[in-house]
Protein backbone atom coordinates (compact mmCIF):
# COMPACT_ATOMS: atom_id res chain seq x y z
CA UNK A 1 0.00 0.00 0.00
CA UNK A 2 1.56 3.55 -0.96
CA UNK A 3 2.73 5.34 2.22
CA UNK A 4 0.77 8.83 0.91
CA UNK A 5 -2.43 7.29 0.82
CA UNK A 6 -4.63 7.84 4.44
CA UNK A 7 -6.30 4.84 5.51
CA UNK A 8 -9.95 6.63 6.15
CA UNK A 9 -13.48 5.40 5.41
CA UNK A 10 -16.02 6.55 2.89
CA UNK A 11 -18.87 7.07 5.54
CA UNK A 12 -17.99 8.03 8.98
CA UNK A 13 -19.72 9.31 11.90
CA UNK A 14 -19.64 13.13 11.91
CA UNK A 15 -17.66 13.11 15.48
CA UNK A 16 -14.46 11.01 14.38
CA UNK A 17 -11.28 12.43 12.66
CA UNK A 18 -8.37 11.31 12.26
CA UNK A 19 -6.61 8.47 10.19
CA UNK A 20 -7.32 4.48 11.01
CA UNK A 21 -4.13 2.17 11.34
CA UNK A 22 -3.36 -1.15 9.94
CA UNK A 23 -2.79 -3.61 12.61
CA UNK A 24 -2.41 -8.36 12.45
CA UNK A 25 -5.69 -10.08 13.66
CA UNK A 26 -3.22 -11.57 15.68
CA UNK A 27 -2.73 -7.53 17.63
CA UNK A 28 -6.22 -7.17 17.89
CA UNK A 29 -7.48 -11.12 19.14
CA UNK A 30 -6.58 -13.79 21.62
CA UNK A 31 -7.45 -17.44 21.43
CA UNK A 32 -8.48 -20.22 23.01
CA UNK A 33 -8.13 -23.76 22.20
CA UNK A 34 -12.21 -25.47 22.41
CA UNK A 35 -10.89 -28.74 23.96
CA UNK A 36 -12.25 -28.01 27.13
CA UNK A 37 -15.85 -27.25 25.26
CA UNK A 38 -16.29 -30.05 23.62
CA UNK A 39 -19.33 -31.85 23.71
CA UNK A 40 -19.31 -35.71 24.52
CA UNK A 41 -22.09 -37.23 23.43
CA UNK A 42 -23.26 -35.93 19.80
CA UNK A 43 -27.14 -37.82 20.52
CA UNK A 44 -28.79 -34.00 20.04
CA UNK A 45 -32.33 -32.67 21.03
CA UNK A 46 -34.13 -29.69 20.34
CA UNK A 47 -35.90 -29.90 24.22
CA UNK A 48 -32.23 -29.42 25.30
CA UNK A 49 -30.51 -25.75 26.52
CA UNK A 50 -27.13 -25.70 25.04
CA UNK A 51 -26.26 -25.28 21.42
CA UNK A 52 -23.48 -27.32 20.08
CA UNK A 53 -21.54 -24.39 17.24
CA UNK A 54 -19.93 -25.33 14.22
CA UNK A 55 -17.85 -22.15 12.48
CA UNK A 56 -19.28 -22.97 8.97
CA UNK A 57 -22.46 -21.83 7.34
CA UNK A 58 -24.98 -24.57 9.58
CA UNK A 59 -23.73 -22.58 12.86
CA UNK A 60 -25.86 -24.53 15.37
CA UNK A 61 -25.22 -28.61 14.76
CA UNK A 62 -27.86 -29.49 17.59
CA UNK A 63 -28.51 -28.81 21.19
CA UNK A 64 -26.85 -30.56 24.55
CA UNK A 65 -28.12 -31.60 27.86
CA UNK A 66 -24.26 -31.34 29.21
CA UNK A 67 -23.88 -28.84 31.79
CA UNK A 68 -19.83 -28.99 31.94
CA UNK A 69 -17.32 -27.81 29.78
CA UNK A 70 -20.06 -24.70 28.80
CA UNK A 71 -18.09 -22.00 27.26
CA UNK A 72 -19.93 -19.01 28.81
CA UNK A 73 -17.42 -16.57 30.24
CA UNK A 74 -15.89 -13.44 27.98
CA UNK A 75 -18.81 -13.27 25.77
CA UNK A 76 -19.13 -12.21 23.20
CA UNK A 77 -16.09 -14.24 21.11
CA UNK A 78 -15.57 -15.31 17.48
CA UNK A 79 -15.38 -19.00 16.52
CA UNK A 80 -13.17 -19.77 13.76
CA UNK A 81 -12.31 -22.96 11.59
CA UNK A 82 -8.93 -23.41 11.80
CA UNK A 83 -8.69 -25.84 8.36
CA UNK A 84 -11.88 -22.93 6.31
CA UNK A 85 -11.33 -20.07 7.99
CA UNK A 86 -14.96 -19.70 8.19
CA UNK A 87 -16.38 -17.81 11.18
CA UNK A 88 -19.71 -17.17 13.18
CA UNK A 89 -19.70 -14.29 15.84
CA UNK A 90 -21.27 -15.68 19.54
CA UNK A 91 -22.58 -14.16 21.97
CA UNK A 92 -24.58 -16.76 24.25
CA UNK A 93 -22.77 -19.85 26.14
CA UNK A 94 -22.44 -22.54 23.92
CA UNK A 95 -20.13 -25.97 23.34
CA UNK A 96 -18.37 -27.41 20.50
CA UNK A 97 -17.93 -30.31 18.63
CA UNK A 98 -14.98 -29.89 16.39
CA UNK A 99 -11.13 -29.71 17.66
CA UNK A 100 -10.01 -27.96 14.80
CA UNK A 101 -11.57 -24.49 16.13
CA UNK A 102 -10.31 -21.53 17.94
CA UNK A 103 -12.45 -19.36 20.15
CA UNK A 104 -10.92 -15.61 19.37
CA UNK A 105 -11.63 -12.99 22.56
CA UNK A 106 -10.67 -9.38 21.88
CA UNK A 107 -7.77 -7.75 23.56
CA UNK A 108 -6.39 -4.45 23.44
CA UNK A 109 -9.78 -2.63 24.16
CA UNK A 110 -10.94 -3.43 20.94
CA UNK A 111 -14.25 -4.12 20.21
CA UNK A 112 -14.68 -8.03 19.40
CA UNK A 113 -17.95 -7.50 16.93
CA UNK A 114 -16.14 -4.41 15.10
CA UNK A 115 -13.16 -6.86 14.21
CA UNK A 116 -15.20 -10.25 13.80
CA UNK A 117 -16.54 -7.42 10.55
CA UNK A 118 -14.06 -6.66 10.01
CA UNK A 119 -12.52 -10.21 9.29
CA UNK A 120 -15.93 -10.73 7.01
CA UNK A 121 -14.17 -7.96 4.55
CA UNK A 122 -10.64 -9.92 3.83
CA UNK A 123 -9.94 -11.93 0.72
CA UNK A 124 -8.16 -15.01 1.73
CA UNK A 125 -8.62 -17.88 -0.15
CA UNK A 126 -7.52 -21.26 1.39
CA UNK A 127 -5.30 -23.46 -0.15
CA UNK A 128 -3.23 -26.16 0.71
CA UNK A 129 -5.29 -27.93 3.88
CA UNK A 130 -3.63 -26.69 6.66
CA UNK A 131 -4.44 -25.03 10.59
CA UNK A 132 -4.53 -21.32 9.63
CA UNK A 133 -5.23 -18.93 12.81
CA UNK A 134 -1.63 -18.85 14.22
CA UNK A 135 0.28 -19.35 10.70
CA UNK A 136 -1.10 -16.98 8.59
CA UNK A 137 -4.74 -15.69 9.76
CA UNK A 138 -3.62 -13.62 12.58
CA UNK A 139 -0.84 -11.87 11.33
CA UNK A 140 -3.65 -10.73 8.25
CA UNK A 141 -4.09 -6.53 8.55
CA UNK A 142 -7.66 -5.15 9.14
CA UNK A 143 -7.85 -1.18 9.46
CA UNK A 144 -8.54 -0.40 12.63
CA UNK A 145 -9.62 3.11 14.15
CA UNK A 146 -9.74 4.12 17.77
CA UNK A 147 -11.93 2.08 20.44
CA UNK A 148 -14.88 4.66 20.61
CA UNK A 149 -15.36 4.47 16.61
CA UNK A 150 -15.22 0.48 16.48
CA UNK A 151 -17.94 0.68 18.66
CA UNK A 152 -19.97 3.06 17.21
CA UNK A 153 -19.80 1.14 13.76
CA UNK A 154 -20.46 -2.39 16.02
CA UNK A 155 -23.26 -0.67 17.28
CA UNK A 156 -24.56 0.62 13.80
CA UNK A 157 -24.46 -3.38 12.12
CA UNK A 158 -25.65 -5.03 15.35
CA UNK A 159 -28.96 -2.85 14.79
CA UNK A 160 -29.16 -3.79 11.35
CA UNK A 161 -28.01 -7.61 12.14
CA UNK A 162 -31.28 -7.46 14.89
CA UNK A 163 -33.45 -6.32 12.63
CA UNK A 164 -32.35 -8.63 9.84
CA UNK A 165 -32.57 -11.27 12.64
CA UNK A 166 -36.47 -9.99 13.49
CA UNK A 167 -37.58 -10.51 10.01
CA UNK A 168 -35.87 -14.21 10.11
CA UNK A 169 -37.88 -14.97 12.74
CA UNK A 170 -40.89 -13.50 10.86
CA UNK A 171 -39.82 -15.91 8.08
CA UNK A 172 -39.59 -18.76 10.20
CA UNK A 173 -43.03 -17.93 11.65
CA UNK A 174 -44.65 -17.78 8.13
CA UNK A 175 -42.93 -21.44 7.02
CA UNK A 176 -44.22 -22.59 10.45
CA UNK A 177 -47.96 -21.38 9.33
CA UNK A 178 -47.54 -23.14 6.11
CA UNK A 179 -46.49 -26.03 7.59
CA UNK A 180 -49.42 -26.38 9.95
CA UNK A 181 -52.02 -25.43 7.09
CA UNK A 182 -50.25 -28.03 5.06
CA UNK A 183 -51.20 -30.75 7.92
CA UNK A 184 -54.62 -30.02 8.77
CA UNK A 185 -55.69 -28.60 4.38
CA UNK A 186 -55.36 -32.01 4.02
CA UNK A 187 -56.74 -35.63 5.58
CA UNK A 188 -55.08 -37.37 8.28
CA UNK A 189 -54.19 -41.07 7.90
CA UNK A 190 -57.33 -42.89 7.74
CA UNK A 191 -59.72 -39.79 7.80
CA UNK A 192 -61.66 -38.47 4.95
CA UNK A 193 -61.85 -35.37 5.55
CA UNK A 194 -59.27 -32.59 6.35
CA UNK A 195 -59.72 -31.14 10.11
CA UNK A 196 -59.28 -27.94 8.64
CA UNK A 197 -61.93 -26.84 5.79
CA UNK A 198 -63.18 -24.02 4.18
CA UNK A 199 -66.84 -22.88 5.23
CA UNK A 200 -68.30 -23.66 1.74
CA UNK A 201 -67.03 -27.24 1.64
CA UNK A 202 -68.29 -28.25 5.19
CA UNK A 203 -70.96 -30.21 3.57
CA UNK A 204 -69.25 -31.35 0.76
CA UNK A 205 -68.28 -34.85 1.98
CA UNK A 206 -65.50 -37.03 2.07
CA UNK A 207 -62.29 -36.58 0.02
CA UNK A 208 -61.96 -39.23 -2.99
CA UNK A 209 -58.77 -41.44 -1.97
CA UNK A 210 -57.09 -42.75 -5.76
CA UNK A 211 -54.09 -44.26 -6.74
CA UNK A 212 -51.58 -41.92 -8.32
CA UNK A 213 -51.89 -44.32 -11.21
CA UNK A 214 -55.29 -42.76 -11.78
CA UNK A 215 -54.08 -39.25 -11.77
CA UNK A 216 -51.74 -39.55 -14.47
CA UNK A 217 -48.96 -41.90 -16.88
CA UNK A 218 -45.41 -42.01 -15.25
CA UNK A 219 -42.25 -40.54 -17.42
CA UNK A 220 -38.98 -42.00 -17.09
CA UNK A 221 -36.16 -39.49 -17.00
CA UNK A 222 -33.41 -38.99 -19.76
CA UNK A 223 -31.02 -42.82 -19.75
CA UNK A 224 -28.55 -43.59 -21.77
CA UNK A 225 -26.60 -40.48 -22.14
CA UNK A 226 -22.96 -39.88 -21.05
CA UNK A 227 -21.12 -36.78 -19.77
CA UNK A 228 -20.00 -35.87 -23.87
CA UNK A 229 -23.91 -35.33 -24.39
CA UNK A 230 -23.87 -32.31 -21.70
CA UNK A 231 -23.05 -28.63 -22.40
CA UNK A 232 -25.26 -28.02 -25.00
CA UNK A 233 -28.28 -29.01 -26.84
CA UNK A 234 -32.11 -29.03 -24.88
CA UNK A 235 -32.52 -27.75 -21.23
CA UNK A 236 -32.34 -30.88 -18.93
CA UNK A 237 -33.84 -30.67 -15.52
CA UNK A 238 -31.90 -31.81 -12.99
CA UNK A 239 -32.33 -34.32 -9.93
CA UNK A 240 -31.01 -30.80 -7.82
CA UNK A 241 -33.97 -28.64 -9.11
CA UNK A 242 -36.56 -30.95 -8.40
CA UNK A 243 -35.37 -31.73 -4.88
CA UNK A 244 -35.47 -27.82 -4.40
CA UNK A 245 -38.77 -27.22 -5.32
CA UNK A 246 -37.40 -24.28 -6.32
CA UNK A 247 -38.94 -21.78 -9.72
CA UNK A 248 -36.83 -23.66 -12.52
CA UNK A 249 -35.23 -21.39 -14.54
CA UNK A 250 -35.09 -22.68 -17.70
CA UNK A 251 -32.42 -20.51 -19.26
CA UNK A 252 -30.04 -21.78 -16.52
CA UNK A 253 -30.63 -25.34 -16.82
CA UNK A 254 -28.03 -27.67 -18.08
CA UNK A 255 -28.09 -28.69 -21.72
CA UNK A 256 -28.27 -32.10 -23.21
CA UNK A 257 -27.44 -32.79 -27.21
CA UNK A 258 -30.38 -35.08 -28.17
CA UNK A 259 -31.63 -35.43 -31.81
CA UNK A 260 -35.29 -35.58 -33.06
CA UNK A 261 -35.26 -39.63 -33.94
CA UNK A 262 -34.49 -40.38 -29.92
CA UNK A 263 -37.21 -41.93 -28.29
CA UNK A 264 -37.49 -39.67 -25.43
CA UNK A 265 -40.64 -37.99 -24.11
CA UNK A 266 -39.94 -34.37 -23.35
CA UNK A 267 -41.57 -32.66 -20.58
CA UNK A 268 -45.09 -30.51 -20.77
CA UNK A 269 -46.12 -27.45 -19.05
CA UNK A 270 -48.13 -29.01 -15.81
CA UNK A 271 -46.37 -32.15 -15.65
CA UNK A 272 -45.07 -33.02 -12.15
CA UNK A 273 -41.99 -33.74 -11.38
CA UNK A 274 -40.52 -36.39 -8.61
CA UNK A 275 -37.13 -37.65 -7.40
CA UNK A 276 -36.71 -41.51 -7.20
CA UNK A 277 -33.51 -41.60 -5.50
CA UNK A 278 -32.15 -40.00 -2.47
CA UNK A 279 -28.93 -40.43 0.53
CA UNK A 280 -32.09 -40.08 2.77
CA UNK A 281 -35.68 -41.46 2.86
CA UNK A 282 -37.13 -38.14 3.63
CA UNK A 283 -35.46 -36.51 0.50
CA UNK A 284 -36.90 -39.42 -2.07
CA UNK A 285 -40.26 -38.54 -3.31
CA UNK A 286 -39.82 -34.74 -3.54
CA UNK A 287 -42.11 -33.46 -6.21
CA UNK A 288 -41.89 -29.72 -8.77
CA UNK A 289 -45.04 -28.53 -10.58
CA UNK A 290 -44.18 -27.52 -13.81
CA UNK A 291 -46.49 -24.48 -14.53
CA UNK A 292 -44.26 -21.96 -16.17
CA UNK A 293 -42.45 -23.69 -19.42
CA UNK A 294 -40.39 -22.55 -22.57
CA UNK A 295 -41.32 -22.86 -26.03
CA UNK A 296 -38.30 -25.41 -26.76
CA UNK A 297 -38.24 -29.15 -26.18
CA UNK A 298 -37.34 -29.81 -22.45
CA UNK A 299 -35.70 -33.05 -21.04
CA UNK A 300 -35.59 -35.07 -17.38
CA UNK A 301 -32.89 -36.33 -15.04
CA UNK A 302 -32.80 -40.32 -15.12
CA UNK A 303 -32.87 -39.88 -10.80
CA UNK A 304 -36.54 -38.18 -11.59
CA UNK A 305 -39.93 -39.44 -13.24
CA UNK A 306 -42.87 -37.57 -14.26
CA UNK A 307 -46.47 -37.83 -13.96
CA UNK A 308 -48.47 -36.31 -16.71
CA UNK A 309 -52.14 -36.02 -15.05
CA UNK A 310 -55.04 -37.19 -17.20
CA UNK A 311 -57.14 -34.18 -17.03
CA UNK A 312 -55.53 -31.17 -15.95
CA UNK A 313 -58.83 -29.77 -15.02
CA UNK A 314 -59.42 -32.62 -12.52
CA UNK A 315 -55.77 -32.37 -10.71
CA UNK A 316 -55.04 -28.86 -10.66
CA UNK A 317 -51.51 -28.05 -11.34
CA UNK A 318 -51.25 -25.74 -7.93
CA UNK A 319 -53.17 -28.01 -6.01
CA UNK A 320 -50.65 -30.67 -7.38
CA UNK A 321 -47.96 -28.61 -5.67
CA UNK A 322 -49.45 -28.61 -2.32
CA UNK A 323 -50.94 -32.36 -2.69
CA UNK A 324 -47.48 -34.09 -3.04
CA UNK A 325 -46.04 -32.20 -0.08
CA UNK A 326 -48.70 -32.23 1.97
CA UNK A 327 -47.75 -34.72 5.44
CA UNK A 328 -49.92 -37.57 4.55
CA UNK A 329 -48.50 -38.18 0.86
CA UNK A 330 -44.64 -37.74 1.90
CA UNK A 331 -45.76 -40.18 4.98
CA UNK A 332 -47.10 -42.71 2.06
CA UNK A 333 -43.71 -41.76 -0.06
CA UNK A 334 -41.19 -42.25 3.10
CA UNK A 335 -42.70 -45.79 3.87
CA UNK A 336 -41.96 -47.06 0.38
CA UNK A 337 -38.55 -45.98 -0.05
CA UNK A 338 -35.81 -48.70 -0.01
CA UNK A 339 -31.92 -48.70 0.22
CA UNK A 340 -29.78 -48.39 3.18
CA UNK A 341 -26.30 -46.14 1.84
CA UNK A 342 -29.03 -45.03 -0.89
CA UNK A 343 -33.32 -45.05 -1.16
CA UNK A 344 -34.72 -45.44 -3.75
CA UNK A 345 -38.44 -45.80 -5.03
CA UNK A 346 -39.75 -47.77 -7.70
CA UNK A 347 -42.70 -46.53 -10.26
CA UNK A 348 -44.57 -49.58 -9.72
CA UNK A 349 -44.97 -48.33 -5.66
CA UNK A 350 -45.07 -45.15 -6.26
CA UNK A 351 -48.24 -45.25 -8.55
CA UNK A 352 -49.90 -47.55 -6.06
CA UNK A 353 -49.94 -44.38 -3.27
CA UNK A 354 -53.21 -43.48 -2.29
CA UNK A 355 -54.02 -39.59 -2.12
CA UNK A 356 -57.13 -38.12 -0.67
CA UNK A 357 -58.75 -35.63 -3.75
CA UNK A 358 -61.54 -33.35 -3.47
CA UNK A 359 -63.68 -31.63 -6.01
CA UNK A 360 -61.73 -29.09 -8.46
CA UNK A 361 -63.57 -26.13 -7.19
CA UNK A 362 -61.88 -27.10 -3.46
CA UNK A 363 -58.68 -27.85 -5.03
CA UNK A 364 -58.60 -23.95 -6.34
CA UNK A 365 -59.86 -23.04 -2.96
CA UNK A 366 -56.50 -24.67 -1.33
CA UNK A 367 -54.33 -23.97 -3.72
CA UNK A 368 -55.11 -19.69 -4.13
CA UNK A 369 -54.56 -19.98 -0.40
CA UNK A 370 -51.17 -21.76 -0.12
CA UNK A 371 -50.42 -19.83 -2.98
CA UNK A 372 -51.29 -16.47 -1.34
CA UNK A 373 -48.75 -17.22 1.78
CA UNK A 374 -46.08 -18.37 -0.66
CA UNK A 375 -46.09 -15.25 -1.97
CA UNK A 376 -46.43 -13.53 1.36
CA UNK A 377 -43.07 -15.86 1.98
CA UNK A 378 -41.58 -15.08 -0.95
CA UNK A 379 -41.80 -11.53 -0.17
CA UNK A 380 -40.19 -11.81 2.99
CA UNK A 381 -37.32 -13.82 1.64
CA UNK A 382 -37.15 -10.88 -1.02
CA UNK A 383 -37.11 -7.98 2.03
CA UNK A 384 -34.25 -10.15 3.99
CA UNK A 385 -32.24 -10.31 0.88
CA UNK A 386 -32.41 -6.38 0.64
CA UNK A 387 -31.41 -6.11 4.03
CA UNK A 388 -28.28 -8.11 3.33
CA UNK A 389 -27.53 -6.02 0.31
CA UNK A 390 -27.71 -2.92 2.81
CA UNK A 391 -25.87 -4.25 5.00
CA UNK A 392 -23.58 -5.18 2.44
CA UNK A 393 -23.44 -1.87 0.67
CA UNK A 394 -22.61 -0.34 4.44
CA UNK A 395 -20.12 -2.27 5.26
CA UNK A 396 -18.25 -1.02 1.93
CA UNK A 397 -17.99 2.67 2.91
CA UNK A 398 -17.56 1.79 6.82
CA UNK A 399 -14.48 0.08 6.34
CA UNK A 400 -11.71 1.41 4.47
CA UNK A 401 -10.61 -0.68 1.51
CA UNK A 402 -6.82 -1.76 1.98
CA UNK A 403 -4.11 -3.49 -0.60
CA UNK A 404 -2.29 -5.27 2.15
Known sequence: MSKTKKIIPEFRFPEFKGEW?????????????????????TDYNDEYEIPVLTAGKSFILGYTNEQEGIFNENLPVIIFDDFTTASQF?????????????ILLAKNDNDIKFVYESMQTLNYE????????????????IAVPKP?????????????????????????????????????LFPQDGEKVPKLRFKEFENSGEWEEKKISDLGETISGLT??????????KPFVTYKQVFDNSEINFEQCERVQISDDE????????????????ETPNEVGFASVLIDFPKEKTYLNSFCFALRPFNIEKTQPQFSRYLFHSPIYR???????????????SKGAFVEIQVPIPAPTEQQKIASCLSSLDEVIEAQVAKIEQLKLHKK????????????
Request: hydrophobic share 35%.
Open 21 to 41: SLEELGQCLDYLQPTPFLVDN
Open 90 to 102: VDFPFKTKSSAMK
Open 126 to 141: VGVHKRHWISVFSKLR
Open 148 to 184: QEQQKIASCLSSLDELIAAHKDKLDALKDHKKGLLQN
Open 224 to 233: GKSKDDFGAG
Open 263 to 278: NQTSLQQGDILFTTSS
Open 331 to 345: RSVTAIAQGSTRYNI
Open 393 to 404: GLMQGLFPKIND
